[in-house]
């Protein structure tokens, strides 16, 4: 019941850069909405000869016959005018750059972000990692209104999705991925038909506070950008620390260590308790089917490795290949 004295109402003008927002373009392609535009990020040099590199949302854009946009810079006169020519209702917003208010606050029915976490936890850069890392048994996507503030806006919808309790950040990135353009779509309706109610995410704050729930945080966790310090290990943690850490860097950009004095990243692992006191850090193997590391409370098994100049491969393969010293 698409109405707004059609035609094709709402327009939309979709927004995002890689893999992860390329699913809710395709949603939306597939459910008949009016897409006006995709803005994306431009085309960047890559790899050893320097070749212009497409994004992802782009190669999507092109494939379908849709108006792309990549601006430099999303202040620039030329955008805004572009943006205005394209007159949209409404903007989507799926992994994309922070914008400026002159920007989401263009459209009549405002700008709609899809974001890989249940807002208001986990705001920020990498909130799929960081639900792994902090050991979190759920996670979600949520649509929300864009406002000033980061990942603040009022939430329009969420789903929920558990999470494995072996899942990696790369397999949890493809269910949100589906889930997330599947509740954009819904929003979108929603919107439309005014079935929507926002929810303001400081009120929801407030209320878990007010609550006395000690169970809950003082204030939601938050998702900050992964750095390289990030993702060193620390051997004197608890060994679900680690193992969790080793989750939710997988397979990007993959917890590390140093071994042998080269940097040695685990994709996978798997966790053994201690009999007796351990010498955080240490490793053993049988050089040939198991390497393992002393964390505070437990070993850490590695069982999908990858050393310095090498492939990433199961650890036996590994094994079968390097030699330590005195062995």
């Known amino acids: 019941m698409m109405n707004a004295n059609d035609p094709a109402y709402p327009r939309i003008l979709f927004m995002g850069t890689p893999a992860f927002a390329v699913a809710s373009l395709d949603a939306l392609v597939k459910e008949g909405f009016n897409i006006v535009g995709v803005v994306t990020a431009p085309d960047k040099p890559a790899g050893r000869g320097m070749k212009l590199n497409e994004s992802a949302v782009k190669k999507y854009a092109m494939d379908k016959g849709l ?5 430099e810079k999303l202040k620039s006169p030329d955008f805004i005018a572009a943006l205005k020519e394209l007159n949209a209702d409404l903007q989507a917003v799926v992994a994309f750059r922070m914008l400026p208010e002159i920007v989401w606050n263009m459209p ?34 949520t649509t929300f209104k864009l406002t000033h503030e980061i990942d603040t806006g009022n939430i329009l919808l969420q789903q929920r999705l558990a999470i494995g309790e072996a899942e990696t950040a790369g397999e949890l990135h493809d269910k949100l991925m589906a889930a997330g353009a599947s509740l954009l779509t819904k929003t ?140």
């Not at 108006?67 to 601006?71: A, F, G, M």
């Not at 964390?295 to 310095?308: I, N, P, R, S, Y």
């Open 188 to 327: 979108i309706r929603g919107i439309v038909d005014g079935s929507i109610h926002e929810q303001s995410q400081e009120e929801i704050i407030r209320k878990n506070k007010a609550t006395g729930d000690q169970s809950l945080p003082a204030e939601p966790p938050h998702a900050p950008k992964i750095f390289t310090e990030t993702c060193h290990i620390q051997w004197n943690k608890n060994v679900s620390e680690v193992y969790n850490l080793v989750r939710g860097l997988s397979p990007f950009p993959c917890a590390f260590t140093e071994l042998e004095g080269k940097m040695f990243k685990i994709y996978k692992a798997e966790m053994e308790p201690a009999a007796g006191p351990l010498t955080a850090g240490a490793f053993y193997t049988d050089n040939k089917t198991y390497l393992k590391f002393a964390c505070k409370d437990g070993w850490l098994h590695a069982t999908e490795v990858q050393m310095e100049g090498k492939k990433r491969m199961p650890v036996e393969d590994f094994l079968r290949g390097y030699r330590f010293p005195n062995t």
């Open 67 to 71: 108006r792309i946009l990549q601006p």
């Open 108 to 141: 009549s029915l405002g700008t709609i972000n899809v974001h890989a976490s249940l807002l208001p936890d986990y705001r920020g850069a990498a909130p799929i990692n960081w639900a792994i890392i902090n050991g979190e048994k759920e996670t979600g996507v």
